[in-house]
């Protein structure tokens, strides 16, 4: 939806331009100005002949053809001037930073509509309304300060938040971070987050545009849109870093008393997220840091030589990294000697290398060449460089600076002395390089990069099921939990190993089953939802009279319809569950099962359809992963087979969409085999 006319206006109008810069139409005009736009600038005022020196329409009707129109007028007034511009002056795009619409009550959202109607007419360009405007090479369409120096190698940021937007540039310029454009969605009338990405990747050029994306979303309104275009632009080798706000439940009600949208359930967001190759961040500073990080080169692995003259930050550095599963390793041998006798006594080099309040810029240089050129072992430079005030650090900057000309490994510069060193740190900026201000921040953000997944494959391989067999069970079952032998039916029908079963109404019946089944026999009531906390599961039944006690037992348990019997097997108890997520899709869920899903709640979560890639990384990702390895001579999981569990459903969901929630728990896994034990299926085919 995004046009020309948007990105590249030959001519643009403010309607409701000011004199008073203190006024949304008075500060976008000033900005336009200032900003240097080469087009023919127009404004509309009913009341002032000129506007900050341009002349003033008092009538919108006599205004020339104009391709963009800004609008900061009130909400009523602005269905008609839409409308009078779409049809008598050629305007193909609008920015209209005016509030009073969908996101205050539904005469608001009524007059949104009649904008967005007026404009999808003529296939015209709309951001907003209630935002803060686009800055783009073009020209600075916001209201709002701090502008921030455009570079086309800076980063494409989109916000679904106007203040918000205006708070992480202005973390982002404090560092030296650098922006192409900039997009305030505001309510998302007709353009969201998703779409703005999709034009950047739609029209991604390789030789000119940004590698770097950052977003700011509250509701993923179309994530289906937001996971094909963040997985192409990585794939063509973008980095994206997101803050989705509303992750909590408390978050979400803020989120949508903000922009009159829900939050969407984060475990969904997450699971997209990774299926995109999209790096989370938690707040303004960690998706400043970790935009930061992007504009330095990959490391090659994930070794990191920590540089610093105070010991302290050097610790909590060396706690951040190695808790986000950094190595800050050991530095030692004939090299590290030959270092240490160029370094004031006292240092040391086994890793931080600590050359302490005394040491010199050349010593700084000294070590840096070391880490670059001797020190295989270090993929990555972190250098921590402050003072107390009592000399100028001029020339300490001025060799990091140098050296990150030449450097092949990176060179992170943490400066914390942002007050002490103002000046060292402007010059340091004036040169074009970034800074981080928090050794720990800089830790957290280096970890998550180097840990987020590329995106998984396109087109993620799904296992043969038996299409027809599972749909006559869905088109005959009836919404709500299905019986037994359905589920049995759609399980064979997916190829998924489960383990032998009868289901019972009489005593006599039991005794015969669970000897054809063997001995020994658990036995689960059917109608309860959670049996064990009824007393409905019997385990290690192991005769005759067992079986009959049992069943008289449990027959009589509030709910139940029938007993199940199966043979008893030994295994790792695992998990595999599926929910699905409206707009997402189904999310499927792994990891420890029995008592332990509830007690640990250790579960990874994938996005339907899943592949092999995926799904090991689901398993590898779990807390409890050691445990399903094999842990203290007791033999693990077939990770494989486990796996293939995970793919298998995700095949019999694309057959089934109508299941809504889905429990396999518990899966027994060995070496071997892994079957599933017990299940619950629901359908809903209305959804």
């Known amino acids: 939806m995004i046009n020309h006319q948007l990105i590249h206006p030959r001519s643009i109008v403010v309607i409701g331009g000011s004199n008073d810069v203190q006024k949304p139409g008075g500060a976008v005009l000033r900005n336009l100005i200032e900003g240097g736009f080469k087009g023919e600038l127009y404004v509309t005022n009913l009341k002032e002949p000129e506007t900050q020196g341009i002349k003033s329409f008092n009538d919108p009707f006599l205004l020339p053809d104009v391709d963009l129109a800004i609008i900061a007028i009130a909400a009523r007034y602005v269905p008609e001037t839409v409308e009078l511009l779409v049809k008598h002056k050629n305007t193909r795009a609008f920015i209209i930073l005016s509030a009073g619409f969908s996101e205050e009550n539904a005469e608001g959202?009524?007059?949104?509509?009649?904008?967005?109607?007026?404009?999808?007419?003529?296939?015209?360009?709309?951001?907003?309304?209630?935002?803060?405007?686009?800055?783009?090479?073009?020209y600075h369409g916001v209201f709002t300060k701090p502008i921030p120096r455009l570079d086309p190698r800076g980063c494409d940021f989109i916000s679904g938040s106007g203040a918000t937007a205006c708070f992480i540039m202005e973390a982002g310029i404090s560092n030296g971070l650098t922006f192409s454009s900039v997009f305030s969605v505001g309510n998302s009338a007709q353009m969201g987050v998703e779409d703005i990405l999709q034009y950047l990747d739609e029209t991604f050029d390789p030789e000119k545009s940004s590698k770097v994306k950052l977003i700011y979303i509250e509701n993923v309104s179309?994530?289906?849109?937001?996971?094909?275009?963040?997985?192409?632009?990585?794939?063509?080798?973008?980095?994206?870093?997101?803050?989705?706000?509303?992750?909590?439940?408390?978050?979400?009600?803020?989120?949508?008393?903000?922009?009159?949208?829900?939050?969407?359930?984060?475990?969904?967001?997450?699971?997209?997220?990774?299926?995109?190759?999209?790096?989370?961040?938690?707040?303004?500073?960690?998706?400043?840091?970790?935009?930061?990080?992007?504009?330095?080169?990959?490391?090659?692995?994930?070794?990191?030589?920590?540089?610093?003259?105070?010991?302290?930050p050097a610790v909590m550095l060396t706690d951040a990294l190695s808790n986000g599963g950094m190595n800050v390793p050991h530095i030692e041998g004939p090299e590290a000697k030959e270092l240490l006798s160029q370094l004031f006594p006292g240092?040391?080099?086994?890793?931080?290398?600590?050359?302490?309040?005394?040491?010199?810029?050349?010593?700084?240089?000294?070590i840096i060449d070391y880490c670059e050129n001797r020190f295989d072992l270090v993929d990555g430079m972190a250098v921590i460089f402050g003072t107390p005030g009592l000399n100028k650090v001029f020339d300490a900057y001025s060799v990091l600076d140098e050296k990150m000309k030449t450097a092949v490994k990176p060179i992170y510069p943490i400066l914390p002395s942002v007050l002490t060193a103002a000046p060292e740190i402007e010059d340091f900026l004036s040169k074009g390089r970034i800074f981080f201000r928090d050794e720990v921040v800089f830790g957290n953000a280096l970890a998550r990069v180097h840990n987020t997944n590329h995106p998984f494959a396109e087109n993620s391989h799904m296992m043969k099921v038996d299409h027809?067999?599972?749909?006559?069970?869905?088109?005959?079952?009836?919404?709500?939990?299905?019986?037994?032998?359905?589920?049995?039916?759609?399980?064979?029908?997916?190829?998924?190993?489960?383990?032998?079963?009868?289901?019972?109404?009489?005593?006599?019946?039991?005794?015969?089953?669970?000897?054809?089944?063997?001995?020994?026999?658990?036995?689960?009531?059917?109608?309860?939802?959670?049996?064990?906390?009824?007393?409905?599961?019997?385990?290690?039944?192991?005769?005759?009279?067992?079986?009959?006690?049992?069943?008289?037992?449990?027959?009589?348990?509030?709910?139940?319809?029938?007993?199940?019997?199966?043979?008893?097997?030994?295994?790792?108890?695992?998990?595999?569950?599926?929910?699905?997520?409206?707009?997402?899709?189904?999310?499927?869920?792994?990891?420890?099962?029995?008592?332990?899903?509830?007690?640990?709640?250790?579960?990874?979560?994938?996005?339907?359809?899943?592949?092999?890639?995926?799904?090991?990384?689901?398993?590898?990702?779990?807390?409890?992963?050691?445990?399903?390895?094999?842990?203290?001579?007791?033999?693990?999981?077939?990770?494989?087979?486990?796996?293939?569990?995970?793919?298998?459903?995700?095949?019999?969901?694309?057959?089934?969409?109508?299941?809504?929630?889905?429990?396999f728990n518990p899966v027994l896994g060995n070496e071997n085999s892994v079957t599933v034990v017990d299940a619950r299926i629901r359908l809903l085919k209305n959804q």
Do not use: W
């Open 222 to 312: 179309k994530p289906q849109l937001l996971l094909k275009h963040a997985s192409s632009l990585v794939r063509k080798g973008c980095r994206i870093a997101a803050v989705k706000a509303g992750s909590s439940e408390a978050g979400s009600r803020a989120a949508s008393s903000h922009t009159g949208a829900l939050a969407s359930p984060d475990v969904a967001v997450d699971a997209l997220f990774r299926k995109a190759g999209i790096v989370r961040c938690f707040g303004r500073e960690d998706l400043i840091a970790v935009a930061s990080v992007f504009m330095y080169p990959e490391m090659a692995g994930k070794n990191i030589a920590i540089i610093t003259h105070a010991g302290g």
């Open 109 to 138: 959202k009524a007059l949104e509509q009649k904008v967005v109607d007026s404009i999808n007419q003529v296939g015209g360009s709309l951001i907003g309304p209630n935002c803060i405007g686009v800055l783009t090479p073009f």
């Open 468 to 663: 027809r067999r599972i749909r006559k069970v869905i088109d005959q079952a009836k919404d709500d939990y299905i019986p037994p032998d359905e589920i049995r039916e759609l399980l064979d029908a997916s190829g998924i190993k489960r383990a032998g079963e009868a289901v019972v109404a009489d005593a006599d019946d039991a005794i015969k089953q669970a000897k054809l089944l063997g001995f020994p026999v658990v036995m689960k009531v059917v109608g309860p939802v959670h049996k064990s906390d009824v007393g409905g599961v019997a385990l290690n039944v192991k005769d005759e009279n067992e079986v009959k006690r049992e069943f008289k037992r449990m027959i009589r348990i509030n709910d139940t319809t029938a007993i199940l019997i199966q043979p008893m097997l030994s295994g790792t108890e695992l998990f595999v569950g599926a929910k699905y997520e409206p707009k997402f899709g189904h999310m499927i869920l792994c990891g420890l099962g029995g008592i332990f899903i509830e007690v640990l709640k250790d579960v990874a979560a994938g996005l339907s359809p899943v592949g092999m890639e995926e799904a090991l990384s689901m398993i590898r990702r779990l807390k409890s992963y050691e445990i399903i390895k094999g842990v203290r001579g007791q033999k693990g999981v077939n990770e494989e087979l486990y796996a293939e569990v995970i793919i298998r459903l995700s095949s019999l969901l694309n057959s089934a969409p109508e299941i809504i929630e889905l429990d």
């Open 347 to 366: 240092s040391s080099v086994a890793n931080p290398i600590d050359f302490l309040a005394t040491g010199t810029a050349q010593q700084l240089a000294t």
